[in-house]
């Protein structure tokens, strides 16, 4: 789908269509083939890029004709994800993240056709770099350092360092200030010297812009034609290409996901199939920071009135909202200026606040590593402003209350999968000060136990994923049953009374929702004997979002939105595949599932949006 700034530059750009000129710069070329689609303009775009893109593929492969595979496949996902480029200028950018993407893919498919055809013969753990080349150990390795790079700085290193282009006019280009620009580009390097200086390498005298002007590799006219021919769709693509670019294509699906969709809802990924970026992080909180919490502008409304029992919270797109059983609206909820809703929200056990996450608008941040600019807002019901917001950087981050609603915990994922760490800490809603929460590594909180020290988690011991739990202090987790999906995926509440658990899990059944992270049904289970049920009246083609119990214990709550056959059965998705109209419910229903009732409803025209996310109830 378009971006808005995009948009605007093909409107103002025009209609008419000429041949590319040496003055146009290479986001010209991208929103003129976004307009036009023509194919001396992509052809243009593979000329200019290929060099890079060839580089890459063959320092990561170590294989010419992989490379030439990968090759294909990150400009055909260039071709179909044009218009995702945003700004148009950081073209360079995007694609060297693709072509470093397409060329792992394409070793680790080599390995494992290998491991099948060749038993007992070992496989190097690493591409085999072409020994032709000047420093290719080095060159390799800063093709992965600038691949890890988040977008900003990959984007500003490229195009200054690699293409030359001054600082003013890449500013322009990119569309941010001189100065911010000129920032990016100071980190940029920073980054690559320190990361090159761990791994053993030393730039050259001659500067990064010489390594990367050296990394590039002339593209031989039949793969070019090849490559420039993709733009078309008219001849068939090579069945290798076109494995490759279907990783890719899911990959970026997966990970657009993940900023939209409740806690990484729909952040799946099988183990073998995740973006396999190094993380370096603590697994211990950080000490807060003098000034982390931001006051709000104005003071809150005192004396709200407790919502009482019978009160459902849900995270809808816009903010949040409290409803009765029945449907009744009250109370609304809305992200604080320049952030967004992140789908996640939790009443207070009195149900006067709230806790929900927002992200800020602005792309990732870098500390810790690709990071997105999360926040915590405290909330008091019927009040103008926040009690608080509190920075929380990080890839994921979920909440919940502690049963006395003097805590809430706080749980960040940190870093790529699969080398995500996550780190646990309770943050005091009215100081903003936070403490460390030791729990074992790789665990993720889901709820709170009224004991106020147990915790239902979710918890990674290798490729097995399970619903556990633990006390604050234990080291071990004390299993409930194994989980079919993702970690990423699952959402838990614990019974009133501790005895049952509802939670969601992926069906093995849905083979095709599965293959997207899309399949998601609510389970009750039995803590004492371990047994698993389904909850009853649970629409088929349907994905689970939120679970809660009532106060009592005897009735719950879930939301569940429509899953579209014809859409999951694609082996590719591309930017219009996902508008359909698409429609998300609120269900209140008894404990089993039965006698299930809609107290609320919402649409979308996107189905890859989301619509409803995390529910609670007090």
Same mark, same amino acid.
């Not at 500003?156 to 620009?181: I, K, S």
């Not at 990016?184 to 002007?213: D, E, Q, S, V």
């Not at 590593?369 to 929380?392: C, M, N, Q, T, Y």
């Not at 419910?585 to 979308?604: H, P, Q």
């Given at each position: ?45 593979? &000329?200019?890029? !290929? ?21 294909? %496949? ?26 470093? &993407? ?43 350092? =600038? %691949? ?23 500013? /322009? ?21 320190? &990361? ?34 993709? %733009? ?17 294509? &899911? ?47 104005? *003071? ?20 949040? /909202? ?35 996450? =927002?992200?800020?608008? !602005? ?26 917001? /509190? ?40 100081? !903003? ?23 239902? =988690? ?13 006390? *604050? ?27 049952? =658990? ?117």
């Amino acid at each position: 789908m378009p971006t808005p700034r995009l948009t605007a530059a093909i409107t103002r750009v025009g209609r008419v269509v000429r041949a590319p000129g040496p003055g146009d710069t290479d986001g010209c070329l991208l929103v003129r083939f976004v307009r036009d689609r023509d194919d001396a303009t992509f052809r243009e775009l593979v &000329r200019r890029l !290929g060099p890079m893109v060839l580089g890459v593929c063959r320092r990561v492969t170590g294989d010419p004709h992989l490379a030439d595979d990968a090759f294909q %496949a990150a400009f055909l996902v260039l071709a179909r994800r044009a218009a995702d480029v945003n700004p148009a200028e950081a073209v360079r950018g995007w694609v060297h993240g693709v072509a470093a &993407r397409a060329a792992r893919k394409a070793r680790a498919m080599a390995a494992r056709r290998n491991t099948r055809e060749v038993t007992g013969t070992p496989l190097p753990d690493s591409p085999v770099c072409p020994r032709g080349e000047p420093d290719a150990d080095l060159l390799l390795a800063l093709d992965e350092e =600038v %691949a890890a790079l988040p977008d900003p700085l990959r984007a500003a290193v490229l195009l200054c360092e690699m293409e030359g282009v001054g600082r003013r006019d890449a500013a /322009v280009r990119l569309g941010v200030p001189e100065g911010t620009l000129s920032s990016r580009l100071a980190k940029a390097r920073r980054t690559l010297a320190g &990361r090159l200086r761990g791994r053993g390498f030393a730039l050259p005298a001659a500067g990064l812009g010489a390594l990367l002007a050296r990394s590039a590799s002339a593209v031989p006219p039949r793969l070019l034609s090849a490559a420039a021919a993709l %733009a078309r769709g008219s001849a068939p693509v090579p069945e290798a290409v076109a494995s490759l670019s279907h990783g890719v294509f &899911r990959t970026m699906f997966l990970t657009k996901l993940n900023t939209a969709v409740l806690g990484g809802l729909l952040l799946m990924a099988l183990g073998w199939a995740l973006p396999a970026r190094p993380a370096a992080s603590s697994t211990q909180p950080p000490a807060p920071k003098a000034g982390g919490i931001r006051p709000a502008e104005g *003071k809150a409304q005192p004396g709200a009135k407790p919502t009482g029992p019978g009160t459902l919270l849900l995270a809808r797109a816009g903010g949040l /909202v409290t409803l009765t059983p029945e449907g009744k609206e009250g109370a609304e909820l809305t992200p604080p200026k320049g952030t967004n809703t992140n789908f996640i929200g939790r009443l207070s056990p009195d149900g006067t606040r709230a806790a929900f996450v =927002v992200n800020e608008a !602005g792309p990732p941040r870098t500390e810790p590593p690709e990071a997105w600019p999360f926040k915590v807002v405290i909330s008091r019901l019927g009040a103008a402003d926040p009690v608080a917001v /509190v920075d929380v950087p990080a890839q994921e981050v979920s909440v919940a209350w502690t049963p006395d609603g003097t805590r809430v915990v706080v749980t960040k994922l940190l870093g790529r999968r699969p080398d995500t760490t996550t780190e646990h800490a309770l943050l005091d809603p009215a100081s !903003g000060k936070t403490e460390e929460l030791a729990l074992p590594t790789g665990t993720r909180v889901l709820d709170c136990g009224r004991d106020g020290k147990t915790f239902l =988690v979710t918890h990674r011991d290798g490729q097995k994923a399970r619903l556990g739990l633990v006390a *604050k202090g234990e080291t071990e987790v004390r299993p409930l049953t194994e989980l079919k999906g993702w970690t990423g995926n699952h959402v838990g509440r614990l019974s009133p009374d501790g005895k049952s =658990v509802l939670y969601t899990d992926a069906d093995p059944a849905q083979k095709d929702a599965n293959k997207w992270g899309m399949s998601a049904k609510p389970y009750r289970l039995d803590v004492a004997t371990r047994e698993r049920t389904e909850l009853a009246e649970f629409p088929d083609n349907a994905r689970c979002g939120g679970v809660a119990w009532s106060p009592d214990g005897k009735r719950v709550a879930y939301t569940w939105s429509q899953i579209h056959p014809d859409l999951v059965a694609k082996d590719m998705l591309t930017g219009g595949d996902g508008q359909i109209e698409t429609e998300a419910f609120l269900i209140v229903a008894d404990a089993d599932g039965r006698n299930a009732k809609t107290v609320a409803s919402g649409k979308e025209a996107d189905a890859l949006r989301p619509i409803f996310g995390s529910i609670d109830w007090r």
